[in-house]
């Protein structure tokens, strides 16, 4: 079955940077559209970025130029580059398949905390 292994988080303070890794298994990766999620404490989890089996982004505009979303095929391998990190961004990260599509399980995420 797929999963989905995040790392990469951890504290840092505001406008800095973290680059995010997600390794993906149990699928043909590069026949899927991926995504990055997060969840706020007391929030719902939310979209943060899409990239397409063409490697086309997406982003929600609370993150639109400061985060950038890629992927490796050969390694089934997707990032989220985070840089000019602000508090707001304080979350849990997730990869998954782009929720156009429908979700799989979730992994264990990566805590990102943005704090002076």
């Known amino acids: 079955q797929v999963q989905f292994v995040e790392s990469g988080g951890g504290l840092v303070q505001p406008g800095g940077s973290l680059r995010l890794s997600c390794a993906v298994s149990?699928?043909?990766?590069?026949?899927?559209?991926m995504g990055w999620y997060r969840q706020a404490p007391g929030k719902q989890r939310e979209l943060v970025a899409t990239?397409?089996?063409?490697?086309?982004?997406n982003y929600a505009n609370s993150v639109n130029g400061r985060f950038t979303i890629s992927r490796d095929n050969a390694k089934n391998m997707v990032y989220l580059q985070m840089d000019s990190l602000k508090p707001e961004d304080t979350a849990v990260y997730y990869c998954?398949?782009?929720?156009?599509?429908?979700?799989?399980?979730w992994g264990q995420g990566t805590q990102v905390t943005v704090s002076s």
């Open positions: 149990g699928i043909i990766f590069s026949s899927y559209a």
């Open positions: 998954n398949r782009d929720q156009t599509y429908g979700l799989w399980p």
């Open positions: 990239i397409s089996i063409h490697r086309t982004p």
